[in-house]
């Protein structure tokens, strides 16, 4: 064991901090002044100090001792404890001697996933009356920052370190992990320290560690562009590019010639060029790619000159061309683009902009204040790009697929968020893991489950824990009604998590499917999702094995003559109406139609509306779906996707 937790030391780049082991802290940084320990198990402390050194720790009245390997790395373990008083740890190497104190034994639970997660207390309904109420000495919080990084490190910002939960530490803590982590002490009445590890807008490969990815068997080229980025950020971006190029002509062939400064393009539409493409009549929902295209005129003594091509941010990706020259590709929905143009590019007279712009989910399209875009000339003189594009739809990502992303980006990359929040705290001892994240993951459902369970498997083994619980925050209801049938990613999504829940007794669903709000992605009821972390971290974390912790899911789907039976988990009721609402009957081709349903005791009984015999059932299928539906604990029904058995 000890040997196996050294290796991963080495995997986590604990030798940043042995490279300056004399001015370096003995301890590694997640040690600081008022943590909290993991009680129940072994308590591990590693650190880094001079290659071979002896180190001598003593936590309260416990002695251990470690020595340094070949690169410095050192790893010790105390016997398990249970809490009590605070206590003191003590690590000394040579003539380095390194002390924290105000320590806890108790619980923690490591908090992660994206905005819904990161959303901070002080934003909560309520959030102002909880923040000035959250004095806590018992629970105990920290916050690992953004650290976006293409390799693992050891280190953390130097501001994040362990605090008391007061008004000022709680009130930019993430809300959902905060509620919970208070409920929970209710509960047990132990000391709780809860880790924020969040990042809003971040995809769920970006928390999969290399290993993880790689033993997915579909990530290896973006994992070796990635290394190559490490190495040489140069040629990362070269080989990204090519391949964002490859994908590009394969998706989208008939495009070929619109970034040619011949093509004629007067038959393109027009849109502002400071806007978000939403606000444009036909593209409200538009996730895609669009072309963009614009003309600068040039004197002769402008175009003899070098340049900066200044675009303001676009949503999400983009390839940008000048005369038919490319001059660079970015991703980062709000990162302004500035391409560098070598002189003998720019020509007197017109110059064709040609931007390929690609979005992926919400807002998409160039953006920014229209003064600011334009030809940054090496004379200091600027040209304009004018308040307007033409352009052009070239495919939605139902037809193109996913572009490959830039995976040294934090947020849509693959591995650096693992690598700069995660990879810091192991192997830290924890009670479990709270999980809220699949908003960026919903223009791919039909991945998420296999990544999801890639993330469980891939934090238990990092923090040595087979069985840790895994708490997973099912999404929040968030857009439009739908008056009939449709097909959701964000219903993908959930029920993808339905599916990683229903086959790992460990993991835990917390369902917010009827708690979100339609007109906005963040909504502000935290407070509810902490509570339903809560009630599964006491079911799968402490031993209330009969506790109701979630709310009707579905076991079978079985057809009867013209009837569907649907059998649940648990006794339902319906509220607001005298029938469920919200199930759909397909047929082999895809057809989906709502169902007249009733309700008897743990099933609800369908009646087939077409002639087709259906083949599957679903339930609350929709980005806001209407959900009247519950256990007789008031938690919803989970939304699902269900074979028919004959």
Same mark, same amino acid.
Request: net charge negative; hydrophobic share 40%.
């Given at each position: 064991?000890?040997?196996?937790?050294?290796?991963?030391?080495?995997?986590?780049?604990?030798?940043?901090?042995?490279?300056?082991?004399?001015?370096?802290?003995?301890?590694?940084?997640?040690?600081?002044?008022?943590?909290?320990? &993991?009680?129940? $198990?072994? !308590?591990?402390?590693?650190?880094?100090?001079?290659?071979?050194? @002896?180190?001598?720790?003593?936590?309260?009245?416990?002695?251990?001792?470690?020595?340094?390997?070949?690169?410095?790395?050192?790893?010790?373990?105390?016997? @398990?404890?249970?809490?009590?008083?605070?206590?003191?740890?003590?690590?000394?190497?040579?003539?380095?001697? &390194?002390?924290?104190?105000?320590?806890?034994?108790?619980?923690?639970?490591?908090?992660?996933?994206?905005?819904?997660?990161?959303?901070?207390? #002080?934003?909560?309904?309520?959030?102002?009356?909880?923040?000035?109420?959250?004095?806590? *000495?018992?629970?105990?919080?920290?916050?690992?920052?953004?650290?976006?990084?293409?390799?693992?490190?050891?280190?953390?910002?130097?501001?994040?370190?362990?605090?008391?939960?007061?008004?000022?530490?709680?009130? %930019?803590?993430?809300?959902?992990?905060?509620?919970?982590?208070?409920?929970?002490?209710?509960?047990?009445?132990?000391?709780?320290?809860?880790?924020?590890?969040?990042?809003?807008?971040?995809?769920?490969?970006?928390?999969?560690?290399?290993?993880?990815?790689?033993?997915?068997?579909?990530?290896?080229?973006?994992?070796?562009?990635?290394?190559?980025?490490?190495?040489?950020?140069?040629?990362?971006?070269?080989?990204?590019?090519? $391949?964002?190029?490859?994908?590009?002509?394969?998706?989208?062939? =008939?495009?070929?010639?619109?970034?040619?400064?011949?093509?004629?393009?007067?038959?393109?539409?027009?849109?502002?060029?400071?806007?978000?493409?939403?606000?444009?009549?036909?593209?409200?929902?538009?996730?895609?790619?669009?072309?963009? #295209?614009?003309?600068?005129?040039?004197?002769?003594?402008?175009?003899? $000159?070098?340049?900066?091509?200044?675009?303001?941010?676009?949503?999400?990706?983009?390839?940008?061309?000048? +005369?038919?020259?490319?001059?660079?590709?970015?991703?980062?929905?709000?990162?302004?683009?500035?391409?560098?143009?070598?002189?003998?590019?720019?020509?007197?007279?017109? +110059?064709?902009?040609?931007?390929?712009?690609?979005?992926?989910?919400?807002?998409?399209?160039?953006?920014? *204040?229209?003064?600011?875009?334009?030809?940054?000339?090496?004379?200091?003189?600027?040209? *304009?790009?004018?308040?307007?594009?033409?352009?052009?739809?070239?495919?939605?990502?139902?037809?193109?697929?996913?572009?490959?992303?830039?995976?040294?980006?934090?947020?849509?990359?693959?591995?650096?968020?693992?690598?700069?929040? !995660?990879?810091?705290?192991?192997?830290?001892?924890?009670?479990?893991?709270?999980?809220?994240?699949?908003?960026?993951?919903?223009?791919?459902? =039909?991945?998420?489950?296999?990544?999801?369970?890639?993330?469980?498997?891939?934090?238990?083994?990092?923090?040595?824990?087979?069985?840790?619980?895994?708490?997973?925050?099912?999404?929040?209801?968030?857009?439009?009604? &739908?008056?009939?049938?449709?097909?959701?990613?964000?219903?993908?999504?959930?029920?993808?998590?339905?599916?990683?829940? @229903?086959?790992?007794?460990?993991?835990?669903?917390?369902?917010?499917?009827?708690?979100?709000?339609?007109?906005?992605?963040?909504?502000? %009821?935290?407070? =509810?999702?902490?509570?339903?972390?809560?009630?599964?971290?006491?079911?799968?974390?402490?031993?209330?094995?009969?506790?109701?912790?979630?709310?009707?899911?579905?076991?079978?789907?079985?057809?009867?003559?013209?009837?569907?039976?649907? #059998?649940?988990?648990?006794?339902?009721?319906? &509220?607001?109406?005298?029938?469920?609402?919200?199930?759909?009957?397909?047929?082999?081709?895809?057809?989906?139609?709502? @169902? +007249?349903?009733?309700?008897?005791?743990?099933?609800?009984?369908?009646?087939?509306?077409?002639?087709?015999?259906?083949?599957?059932?679903?339930?609350?299928?929709?980005?806001?779906?209407?959900?009247?539906?519950?256990?007789?604990?008031?938690?919803?029904?989970?939304?699902?996707?269900?074979? !028919?058995?004959?």
């Amino acid at each position: 064991m000890r040997s196996k937790i050294l290796g991963l030391l080495a995997a986590t780049a604990l030798a940043s901090l042995a490279g300056a082991a004399q001015a370096a802290p003995l301890l590694a940084p997640v040690f600081t002044d008022h943590a909290v320990l &993991q009680r129940g $198990q072994p !308590i591990r402390v590693w650190g880094a100090a001079r290659p071979g050194e @002896a180190v001598t720790l003593t936590l309260g009245d416990a002695e251990a001792t470690a020595t340094a390997d070949a690169e410095g790395r050192w790893l010790a373990t105390f016997p @398990a404890r249970e809490p009590g008083a605070a206590l003191t740890l003590t690590a000394r190497a040579g003539d380095e001697r &390194q002390t924290i104190s105000d320590l806890l034994v108790g619980d923690v639970w490591l908090c992660s996933g994206q905005s819904n997660m990161e959303y901070p207390l #002080r934003r909560a309904l309520g959030g102002e009356v909880e923040a000035a109420r959250s004095a806590d *000495p018992n629970i105990r919080l920290l916050q690992t920052g953004r650290t976006s990084l293409p390799a693992p490190t050891g280190a953390l910002p130097k501001e994040a370190v362990w605090r008391v939960a007061s008004p000022e530490s709680a009130n %930019n803590f993430s809300a959902a992990c905060f509620f919970m982590g208070r409920e929970i002490k209710k509960t047990t009445g132990a000391p709780i320290g809860l880790i924020d590890a969040t990042w809003g807008g971040s995809v769920i490969q970006d928390w999969i560690s290399r290993e993880g990815l790689h033993a997915l068997g579909n990530y290896d080229e973006g994992l070796a562009i990635l290394a190559d980025y490490a190495k040489s950020p140069e040629t990362g971006m070269a080989h990204w590019t090519a $391949q964002l190029g490859r994908w590009a002509a394969k998706a989208e062939p =008939q495009a070929v010639a619109w970034s040619r400064p011949d093509f004629d393009d007067r038959d393109w539409k027009t849109m502002p060029a400071e806007r978000f493409w939403e606000t444009n009549p036909g593209l409200e929902t538009f996730d895609g790619t669009i072309w963009l #295209r614009a003309t600068i005129v040039l004197t002769a003594k402008q175009a003899r $000159q070098g340049a900066t091509l200044a675009l303001g941010p676009i949503d999400d990706l983009d390839t940008t061309f000048v +005369n038919g020259h490319e001059v660079g590709s970015s991703q980062g929905w709000d990162k302004p683009r500035a391409y560098r143009i070598a002189p003998g590019v720019l020509k007197a007279g017109p +110059n064709v902009i040609a931007v390929r712009a690609i979005d992926t989910s919400g807002g998409g399209g160039a953006w920014g *204040p229209a003064a600011e875009k334009g030809l940054k000339l090496d004379d200091g003189s600027f040209a *304009p790009l004018g308040g307007t594009w033409r352009y052009k739809v070239s495919a939605t990502i139902a037809q193109s697929g996913l572009p490959p992303t830039a995976p040294w980006v934090g947020t849509s990359g693959l591995s650096t968020l693992r690598n700069g929040m !995660i990879a810091p705290l192991i192997p830290y001892g924890l009670k479990g893991f709270a999980w809220y994240q699949g908003e960026a993951n919903v223009a791919e459902p =039909q991945t998420y489950e296999r990544l999801l369970k890639a993330l469980v498997a891939d934090w238990r083994r990092s923090f040595e824990g087979a069985d840790l619980p895994f708490l997973v925050v099912q999404l929040a209801d968030f857009g439009p009604r &739908q008056t009939k049938p449709v097909e959701s990613g964000w219903a993908g999504v959930r029920d993808a998590e339905r599916r990683v829940a @229903a086959a790992d007794p460990k993991v835990g669903l917390a369902s917010a499917v009827d708690i979100g709000d339609i007109y906005d992605i963040h909504p502000a %009821n935290k407070l =509810q999702v902490g509570l339903r972390l809560a009630l599964q971290a006491r079911k799968l974390a402490y031993g209330e094995s009969t506790l109701i912790a979630a709310g009707p899911a579905p076991v079978s789907a079985t057809r009867d003559g013209t009837l569907v039976y649907v #059998r649940f988990d648990q006794p339902m009721v319906v &509220q607001a109406g005298p029938r469920p609402t919200g199930f759909e009957l397909c047929d082999a081709d895809g057809v989906c139609q709502f @169902a +007249n349903a009733g309700q008897r005791g743990d099933q609800v009984v369908l009646s087939n509306p077409s002639n087709a015999p259906p083949v599957k059932v679903r339930f609350a299928w929709a980005d806001s779906p209407i959900i009247n539906l519950y256990g007789e604990t008031g938690l919803p029904a989970t939304p699902f996707e269900l074979v !028919i058995e004959p």
